[in-house]
């Protein structure tokens, strides 16, 4: 149903209009209110996301709606993927009020960007234009780029700020070159549109394979796939652990949004000429991830390298082309944004003033100083890992049978073996926290609200293992 510009497209895009106003009041406040009363600034960011949702489960309908001239789209995949980045947010801004408090930087200016963040990415996963995806993307970038140069003191974070900065701004213009191509070769920058005029062509001119290659490229880079990865280890590792922990996870749920409406719902007639490239990338970044995962002592930085090797996942899912690919792509987003989200949790609970707990030596005898924690860390480690009773085995599960059912049996082999190499470094941090004898003996001390959020978020993971009937099946319901 097409609707012209009246009141109706602001009421579909009601959750937006809101986040937007609240952000840019969230920033003026801020401007006006003392240091010692910064726990405003966090409050209504967390109240913003807190209303934001429940518009969204307001607003939320079965049926598709295009608005604003065919530039914004609200359907049932957009919602459910809306309502999985508020949470995920929310919880990254519970992460990071102490984290933020103990080194000097708790300022309102990170939960503006968070805020400006979420709102490009919702309007990411609500884009029905090349326009609207170029412009949500663009607004969820430029709020990244400031948060990881955000401890301005630290050498580390300024420099991955800029890497982040200069190689993002390549694969964007490499981004809007294909939007561009294909905007020639089509005349027309709606999805619905852009995929009617492919499906009518008899054959697809070398304009539109040459866009789609640039398509893809981008949005290789934005996901961290192989060979456009170069920035994630150096990201990850630089910027403050609070902020690596926002760019893992919601931004991934943005990036299969984007994947979805660009290369299905618009390049879906040209599926045989991408398939082939996300073949040869999911294969890439499984194998250099994992692989160079086994090397490293940081961290966070072999998280990096394991979300190289996820991506690789996902991108499986979709490449399968069929409705049972495309909702265990949407699975596996989900879940290793939880997944994700607990293991940098994980990182900024051992945190302390001064002390980065960001190497495997600070997870030594994790079980001899906490118990319960290092239970936490166990369930998200066997996850990760792929390991039952856990979600991420159900995850590669049904990424791997969707392959198979496209007749790809050595792609899911391919993805097996690479699996259980992947195993070792997880497996690693488990023996580290168990067997070893702590270096350090001081007791925990966090926050009640961080260690209930993330012991809510390690036993969600488990949860969710036991029974993954129920998101499996919302997933499903998107694509019938």
């Known amino acids: 149903m097409t609707m012209t510009l009246d009141m109706l497209n602001y009421t579909v895009a009601w959750p937006e209009i ?13 401007v006006y209110i003392k240091e010692e009363n910064r726990n405003v600034s966090y409050i209504l960011a967390q109240l913003s996301l807190l209303i934001t949702l429940l518009l969204l489960v307001m607003n939320s309908s079965a049926d598709r709606v295009i608005a604003f001239n065919g530039h914004f789209v609200s359907d049932a995949m957009a919602n459910v993927l809306k309502l999985f980045i508020i949470a995920v947010v929310g919880i990254v801004f519970v992460y990071s009020r102490e984290y933020l408090k103990d ?5 309102g200016e990170f939960y503006v960007l968070g805020l400006f963040a979420t709102l490009g990415m919702m309007i990411m996963v609500s884009a029905h234009s090349l326009l609207s995806i170029y412009l949500g ?32 701004a390549i694969a964007s213009g490499m981004l809007l070159y294909g939007m561009s191509m294909i905007y020639g070769a089509t005349g027309t920058l709606d999805i619905t549109q852009i995929a009617a005029i492919i499906a009518d062509q008899k054959q697809n001119g070398m304009v539109l394979v040459f866009g789609l290659v640039f398509l893809v490229v981008g949005l290789a880079f934005k996901l961290g796939a192989v060979p456009f990865h170069m920035w994630i280890p150096d990201v990850y590792q630089g ?9 893992a996870t919601a931004p991934k749920i943005a990036g299969f949004a984007m994947i979805m409406r660009l290369l299905v719902e618009a390049m879906g007639g040209m599926q045989g000429d991408w398939q082939s490239m996300l073949v040869i990338m999911a294969v890439l970044s499984m194998a250099i ?10 961290l966070k930085r072999m998280l990096a390298y ?8 996902l991108v499986l899912g979709i490449l399968a082309g069929t409705q049972e690919g495309y909702s265990a792509a ?7 944004a939880l997944m994700s989200l607990g293991g940098f949790g994980m990182i900024i609970l051992l945190a302390r003033s001064g002390y980065e707990a960001e190497n495997l030596t600070d997870f030594q005898g994790l079980n001899q100083r906490s118990p319960w924690f290092a239970f936490i860390m166990l369930i998200l480690m066997f996850s990760m890992a792929g390991v039952p009773p856990t979600v991420g ?25 690479f699996s259980i190499i992947g195993v070792y470094y997880y497996l690693r941090i488990i023996k580290i926290m168990y067997f070893d004898k702590a270096e350090d003996n001081s007791p925990i001390v966090k926050g009640r609200d961080m260690q209930l959020a993330i012991s809510v978020n390690g036993l969600a993971i488990l949860a969710l293992g036991v029974y993954p009937a129920g998101l499996m099946a919302l997933c499903s319901s998107m694509f019938t």
Request: charged content about 10%.
């Open 239 to 247: 910027a403050p652990t609070t902020v690596t922990s926002f760019i």
């Open 103 to 107: 080194r000097a930087i708790f300022k």
């Open 289 to 298: 991830g994992n692989i160079i995962a086994i090397a490293q002592t940081n």
């Open 18 to 30: 809101f986040l937007l106003t609240m952000a840019c009041l969230v920033l003026v406040i801020d």
């Open 137 to 168: 993307l663009e607004l969820l970038s430029l709020s990244l780029y400031a948060m990881v140069a955000f401890n301005r003191d630290n050498s580390d974070a300024s420099e991955a700020a800029m890497k982040y900065f200069v190689l993002g």
């Open 393 to 417: 085995f159900w995850a590669k599960l049904a990424v791997l049978q969707a392959v198979i059912r496209i007749d790809m049996l050595w792609l899911a082999l391919v993805a097996v073996f």
């Open 306 to 313: 394991s979300t190289i090797s996820h991506v690789g996942f």
């Open 330 to 336: 949407m699975f596996y987003t989900l879940t290793y």
